[in-house]
Each structure stands twice: as structure tokens, then as C-alpha cells.
């Protein structure tokens, strides 16, 4: 029983254009969430994160999206790159377990 | 960079022999991670560790085992490697306990034939 959920394994987006990867959780006592990008043969590096105070965080290309009633989270890269071809995991942590998704493979296409 | 290496960074080996994987850091930090990536699952914790000689299992720890001796050392033991521990292995370090963000090692791929 997956507790975070991104249920699009992969995405393929043009150059230039805006690249949505979607994160659903099950906990609504879940509080904060991070953002990992993964290339091959490399482990994650953290990207993003957001506390559930807040409905949105930005760091340049990066923005990631809160929404508690839903229990949803969305990273938007814009405008988006060809170097941002990676798998990217959403997570969320409290104490010493983090949570992580089964990951969202991106295609940026030039 | 978060000083984290991994030893071996592949490794294959036969059902039933025992393999050790090791993780270093070079920073002190006190809170460290193994987890285990397969397709379709992301990201699983295998065991954590708090500090020297403190430690605690995750969600997929049945077969695994693991030991602090030294803060710049988390070693993870397949005392008996099956084919379903076939996976790439992830050492983490955390700055904090909380709501810090992790820092991974490169990864160790261990194929059990």
C-alpha cells in the first residue's frame, strides 16, 4: 500500500515548454515533502521541499505546488531542459523515515 | 558534496553467500541510511542508524542486517543474498533528524544469481 503515489511513470515534454510531475499521499498527516532528482548511475539529490504551511515554494526553474485538501503535490520546471531528463521522486519525511514515490521518468526533448 | 562513497559499486553473487556493503562519509554527520531501489517501488528503507552502535529497521529489513561501529562507517550485510535482494543499494546521510533533506552515496548494483 503505497502511502506517496506518482502515477505517471513517465513524461515527455518539448524544449522550452513547462514539465508537471503530479505526487498524490494518503496521510493527511503528512507535513512536509521533498523533491529528488535522479540521474543514471547516480544517486538522488534533493531539489525542493515544502512545508504543508505553505501552498507554494520556487527555486528558479522550480516550483513546487501544495495542496492539502487533496493531498497533492506538483513539481513544475519551466521552462524545461534538456539536462533535466531524470527520474524524479516526491517524498515526504517526519522523524527518521522518509517516504519516497516510485519516481516519474522525464524526457526533455530538443 | 556530501562525501559519501560506496564499496563495491557492483557486485555479483550467488544465492546464499553472504555480502557486505559499505558506506563512508567523511563529515560526521550523525544520522545515516540504507535503502534499496527496485522499478515500480522508488525508494525503500532498509535500516537507519541514529549513531555509533544505534540502529533500527525500516520498512524492507527481513534479510538484512547492519552495523555502526564508527560514525564514518554503515556497513549492510546479506547474511544469506536471495535472488529477490537483486537491487541497487542507496547510502544515505541526513544533517538532521527531522526535516532535513538526504544526501546519497553513488549507489551499489548487486546482482545474486
Known amino acids: 500500500d503505497q502511502q506517496v503515489k506518482q502515477n505517471s511513470p513517465s513524461l515527455s515534454v518539448q524544449e522550452g515548454r513547462i514539465s508537471i510531475l503530479n505526487c498524490d499521499y494518503t496521510n493527511s498527516m503528512f507535513d512536509y515533502f521533498l523533491w529528488y532528482k535522479k540521474y543514471p548511475a547516480e544517486g538522488p539529490t534533493f531539489l525542493i521541499s515544502?512545508?504543508?504551511?505553505?501552498d507554494k515554494n520556487e527555486d528558479g526553474r522550480f516550483t513546487v505546488f501544495l495542496n492539502k485538501s487533496a493531498k497533492h503535490l506538483s513539481l513544475h520546471i519551466v521552462p524545461s531542459q534538456p539536462g533535466d531528463s531524470a527520474v524524479y521522486f516526491c517524498?515526504?519525511?517526519?522523524?527518521?523515515?522518509?517516504?519516497f514515490g516510485a519516481g516519474t521518468r522525464l524526457f526533455v526533448k530538443a | 558534496d556530501a562525501g559519501i562513497t560506496q564499496s563495491p559499486r557492483h557486485k555479483v553473487t550467488e544465492t546464499g553467500t553472504p555480502v557486505t556493503l559499505r558506506c563512508h562519509q567523511t563529515e560526521n554527520h550523525r544520522y545515516m541510511y540504507w535503502y534499496r531501489q527496485d522499478p515500480g517501488h522508488g525508494l525503500r528503507l532498509i535500516h537507519y542508524s541514529y549513531g555509533v552502535k544505534d540502529t533500527d529497521k525500516g520498512e524492507v529489513s527481513d534479510g538484512y542486517s547492519v552495523s555502526r561501529s564508527k560514525t564514518e562507517d554503515f556497513l549492510l550485510t546479506l547474511e544469506s543474498a536471495t535472488s529477490s535482494q537483486t537491487s541497487v543499494y542507496f547510502c544515505?546521510?541526513?544533517?538532521?533528524?527531522?526535516?532535513?533533506?538526504?544526501?546519497f552515496g553513488p549507489g551499489t548494483r548487486l546482482t545474486v544469481t
Open positions: 517524498a515526504t519525511t517526519g522523524g527518521f523515515k522518509t517516504i
Open positions: 515544502i512545508s504543508s504551511i505553505k
Open positions: 544515505a546521510i541526513s544533517v538532521g533528524r527531522g526535516r532535513d533533506e538526504q544526501y
